[in-house]
């Protein structure tokens, strides 16, 4: 879980530089005139996991009171970013693919900056192609996988009032399509909702560089309690602009606790985690104005009191990209 959370959140940082250093370009060129503007990017990440959840991992697992066997694979990256600014307003609509639970998604939203409150923005996310093992806990065969219809509302503002806090809401609804271990134990049903918070705050360290410290919170309002939880977290990132790249740090730390104890293991889950990951950008690859490259690397820890759920996950990937 750790893995595709931590996935996601930095990725969608990376994202929301590309789109947001790509909103102030259109912004300031479009004082007079309302204009078009999007990025095309392809790309992957490998990943090396022992998490014995993830459906692109094993099969088959010999005992589910022990951490699952470390697996590889490797994740593509298709991603766009359509956008259309009105200039009279300087309201953006776009539509794009960001990741969502570490599964290309498809997402429509809209852009408004304002003096009084900050930039603000709502999007809705539905993901596609995302998989989940039927029952995850089998042992000695090979587990099927099913669907997960996901869609998720979100609204950020930054800047708020013309000073460095951002906060993000966003409420994630999940519905497994043949949720086979939640047939048989009722408390480990994964249907459900997720609503999650996050704060942060900009500390610009010059002209060209900030630090970030976040933190967040989310509710697991899970149909099975033993999947309900709660959680928190602290985050803190570096960024660093440059006209020839943009170099990114970001830490994570946070803990989740579960609401009643778990059917297989008689005991009520608690996890631990923690991540960190470095993102650079190169802009005008090979002297080429609009090409660019993203490349990415990191590592992300779960230690759970519950074995199964244990996980170490190592990652490097990269895309390349146009911007227009």
Same mark, same amino acid.
């Given at each position: 879980?750790?893995?595709? +959370?931590?996935?996601?959140?930095?990725? @969608? $940082?990376?994202?929301?530089?590309?789109?947001?250093?790509?909103? !102030?370009?259109?912004?300031?060129?479009?004082?007079?005139?309302?204009? *078009?503007?999007? *990025? $095309?990017?392809?790309?992957?990440?490998?990943?090396?996991?022992?998490?014995?959840?993830?459906?692109? @991992?094993?099969?088959? =697992?010999?005992?589910?009171?022990?951490?699952?066997?470390?697996?590889?694979?490797?994740?593509?990256?298709?991603?766009?970013? *359509?956008?259309? %600014?009105?200039?009279?307003? @300087?309201? !953006?609509?776009?539509?794009?693919?960001?990741?969502?639970?570490?599964?290309?998604?498809?997402?429509?939203?809209?852009? !408004?900056?304002?003096?009084?409150?900050?930039? =603000?923005?709502?999007?809705?996310?539905?993901?596609?192609?995302?998989?989940?093992?039927?029952?995850?806990?089998?042992?000695?065969?090979?587990?099927?996988?099913?669907?997960?219809?996901? =869609?998720?509302?979100?609204?950020?503002?930054? !800047?708020?009032?013309?000073?460095?806090?951002?906060?993000?809401?966003?409420?994630?609804?999940?519905?497994?399509?043949?949720?086979?271990?939640?047939?048989?134990?009722?408390? &480990? +049903?994964?249907?459900?909702?997720?609503?999650?918070?996050?704060?942060?705050?900009?500390?610009?360290?010059?002209? %060209?560089?900030?630090?970030?410290?976040?933190?967040?919170?989310?509710?697991?309002?899970?149909?099975?309690?033993?999947?309900?939880?709660?959680?928190? @977290?602290?985050? *803190?990132?570096? +960024?660093?602009?440059?006209?020839?790249?943009?170099?990114?740090?970001?830490?994570?730390?946070?803990?989740?606790?579960?609401?009643?104890?778990?059917?297989?293991?008689?005991?009520?889950?608690?996890?631990?985690?923690?991540?960190?990951?470095?993102?650079?950008?190169?802009?005008?690859?090979?002297?080429?104005?609009?090409?660019?490259?993203?490349?990415?690397?990191? #590592? #992300? &820890?779960?230690?759970?009191?519950?074995?199964?759920?244990?996980?170490?996950?190592?990652?490097?990937?990269?895309?390349?990209?146009?911007?227009?």
């Amino acid at each position: 879980m750790l893995k595709k +959370k931590f996935i996601v959140a930095f990725w @969608g $940082v990376v994202l929301a530089i590309s789109t947001s250093a790509q909103a !102030q370009n259109s912004s300031s060129n479009t004082q007079n005139k309302s204009t *078009f503007s999007a *990025f $095309v990017d392809i790309g992957a990440i490998y990943i090396n996991s022992t998490s014995s959840e993830n459906t692109d @991992g094993k099969k088959k =697992i010999k005992d589910n009171m022990k951490e699952g066997e470390t697996s590889s694979y490797v994740l593509p990256l298709p991603l766009f970013d *359509f956008r259309y %600014t009105f200039a009279n307003t @300087g309201t !953006q609509l776009f539509l794009g693919t960001p990741l969502d639970s570490a599964n290309l998604g498809l997402t429509l939203g809209v852009v !408004q900056p304002t003096e009084s409150l900050g930039r =603000i923005t709502g999007s809705i996310v539905t993901s596609f192609g995302e998989k989940v093992w039927k029952n995850p806990y089998e042992e000695n065969v090979n587990r099927s996988s099913t669907g997960v219809d996901r =869609i998720t509302v979100t609204i950020e503002v930054e !800047q708020i009032a013309g000073t460095g806090f951002n906060a993000t809401v966003s409420n994630k609804t999940m519905e497994i399509t043949d949720d086979e271990i939640g047939e048989l134990f009722s408390d &480990l +049903k994964r249907d459900g909702t997720v609503k999650s918070a996050e704060f942060s705050y900009n500390i610009g360290l010059d002209q %060209t560089s900030m630090v970030t410290p976040g933190i967040m919170v989310a509710k697991g309002d899970i149909e099975g309690r033993s999947n309900s939880y709660d959680e928190s @977290g602290i985050s *803190f990132s570096y +960024k660093k602009f440059n006209p020839k790249y943009i170099l990114m740090l970001k830490a994570y730390f946070g803990t989740s606790s579960y609401d009643k104890a778990h059917p297989i293991y008689n005991k009520t889950r608690n996890e631990q985690s923690a991540g960190c990951m470095v993102f650079v950008n190169l802009n005008n690859l090979f002297d080429v104005e609009s090409l660019y490259a993203k490349i990415i690397t990191g #590592a #992300a &820890l779960t230690d759970s009191n519950i074995d199964f759920f244990d996980n170490k996950t190592i990652l490097t990937g990269a895309t390349i990209g146009y911007s227009f």
